[in-house]
């Protein structure tokens, strides 16, 4: 895959991910506004409930109080009245209606006099023209008028009566007109009934005096920033409305709201939870696939010239035992079966390198552990390995600073592990390479260090050069002999041995690794 088709197809995902992530987070935010609108509606309307009984339970209250004074009951439900004469007769009736002016007294008056007139012969209807003088069991007319005066007139000082008592009670102190343990039956009722089962605080509070000024209500009603919802109460008082307040709050609103919504919310969010993750593994594995494929072509480069070189000096050399024209001489056939010989051992290494990794890879590799003496085995590597740095003008120096040098592992792999790393010391050395061997104690730990002076590791590369087949790049120049399998080999037979290796390297300064084994004590 060019880099350009894998910019493209990641701008894709990144873009069809984010409008499914913007369009998920729209709906999530709708879904939760409408739930808390519904939520806010129904606490409106039961508050709108508790306003309205508190209303009925004043008037309630003037009524029985009116009452007690003889006010008759039915002025207190009706602007019309039926009035019945002493005398009983066949359908006599005479009502009369009341008219208010703006202050709320009675101002005006309209009556009507019915009635049915029958004997035992006949039966008449019709208007009275008030000439009897025993009318309807009144001895004269002008004596039911002032009956009737008298009445409009009780009737009318009773009514006003009402009306003044009612505003004497509008009057009080808010604290008087409303009753704290009816109002906490009130508004739990109208809470519930409206579906909301939630902890709740109110209190009461006059505009007047200030938002902050409680005229009572619960002690620890404290909102703070959570929502708080306002009903003014006794609006339809007779001089207008006092700015009294019912405030009420639910302090676990917020977790209710989300509780409400959350089976909506939480699959929404680990589905694309999900989405990002898979998104996330996608890239990764692209780029991973795209790393191998260029480690892939970097080791079959190194591996063509690795083998390469060693199968074309065993063509050449064989060419020449073919040849007619060179003089067969024992010497010439010994020098030209070594070199058949060394290039075969080259070659037949290389191959087995490659085949031992593939057979640690899958995990088929047999350690034999025994505790051993790590400072005698790195006497033994350093002797082994001194003639070629030599060959190269170059030094090797053993400091064994430890004096407890016993560990516990596979002592061949381990020689091979140091062996390794003294080679990659002499192969990234410029001329002559400066190397230096060291053993020490550290707390519970058995360190051997292996430093160099050579060309260094830059800082980007450091993470990376224990994965298989990796190579510091070093464009298309194949100085340095390898297949990058050795510090992979390395990384691999450390962690076997439940051990730790660190990497310190400053370009054109050195680099020194650092085994840390555990601590055999004696």
Do not use: C
Not at 230 to 259: C, E, H, I, M, W
Request: aromatic residues 10%; glycine residues 6%; hydrophobic residues 40%.
């Amino acid at each position: 895959m060019s880099r350009k088709m894998l910019i493209t197809l990641i701008f894709l995902m990144v873009f069809v991910l984010s409008g499914l992530i913007l369009v998920q987070t729209k709906m999530i935010k709708t879904a939760s506004d409408i739930r808390e609108e519904q939520f806010n509606q129904l606490v409106r309307n039961a508050l709108l409930r508790v306003a309205a009984q508190l209303d009925q339970y004043e008037q309630i209250v003037a009524r029985n109080s009116a009452m007690t004074n003889q006010l008759p009951g039915s002025t207190l439900s009706s602007d019309k009245f039926n009035v019945f004469p002493k005398n009983s007769f066949s359908g006599g009736l005479i009502s009369f209606g009341l008219r208010y002016s703006d202050n709320g007294v009675v101002s005006s008056y309209q009556e009507e006099i019915q009635f049915n007139l029958q004997d035992t012969s006949k039966s008449q209807q019709g208007t009275s023209d008030m000439q009897n003088d025993n009318f309807f069991g009144f001895e004269s007319l002008v004596e039911f008028r002032k009956e009737q005066q008298r009445k409009r007139e009780s009737f009318l000082n009773d009514i006003n009566w009402y009306r003044n008592y009612k505003v004497f009670l509008e009057e009080r102190p808010i604290q008087e007109r409303i009753d704290s343990v009816f109002l906490k039956e009130v508004l739990a009722i109208a809470l519930t009934e409206t579906g909301i089962d939630l902890e709740y605080k109110y209190a009461i509070k006059n505009s007047n005096l200030g938002r902050d000024k409680m005229i009572f209500g619960d002690s620890d009603y404290d909102p703070g920033k959570i929502k708080v919802f306002p009903q003014p109460l006794f609006q339809n008082d007779l001089n207008g409305a006092k700015p009294n307040y019912l405030y009420v709050y639910f302090p676990k609103r917020s977790g209710y709201l989300l509780r409400e919504t959350g089976f909506t919310i939480i699959p929404t969010l680990i589905l694309t939870a999900i989405l990002i993750a898979i998104f996330g593994y996608t890239i990764m594995v692209i780029f991973r696939q795209k790393k191998l494929s260029m480690i892939k072509n970097d080791f079959i480069n190194n591996m063509t010239h690795e083998l390469k070189t060693p199968i074309s000096t065993i063509s050449l050399a064989s060419q020449m035992l073919e040849d007619g024209s060179i003089t067969n001489t024992p010497q010439t056939i010994e020098h030209i079966s070594r070199v058949i010989n060394q290039e075969s051992k080259r070659l037949s290494y290389q191959v087995e390198k490659v085949l031992q990794m593939a057979v640690f890879n899958e995990g088929k590799l047999k350690f034999k552990f025994k505790e051993f003496d790590a400072n005698k085995m790195i006497e033994t590597v350093a002797a082994n390995f001194e003639l070629r740095v030599k060959n190269k003008n170059g030094t090797l120096i053993t400091e064994k600073m430890a004096k407890n040098a016993v560990i516990s592992g596979d002592e061949v792999h381990i020689t091979n592990v140091i062996f390794n790393l003294l080679d990659n010391a002499v192969k990234y050395s410029n001329d002559s390479p400066e190397i230096k061997i060291i053993t020490e104690n550290k707390k519970d730990q058995f360190a051997i260090s292996v430093q160099d002076k050579g060309i260094g590791i830059p800082k980007e590369h450091q993470t990376q050069i224990f994965d298989r087949f990796y190579r510091v790049p070093t464009g298309n120049i194949h100085n340095v002999k390898g297949f990058g399998l050795g510090l992979s080999y390395v990384k691999k037979i450390v962690d076997s041995h439940n051990a730790k290796i660190k990497v310190e390297s400053v370009v054109n300064k050195g680099t020194k690794f650092t085994i840390l084994f555990p601590q055999i004590n004696n």
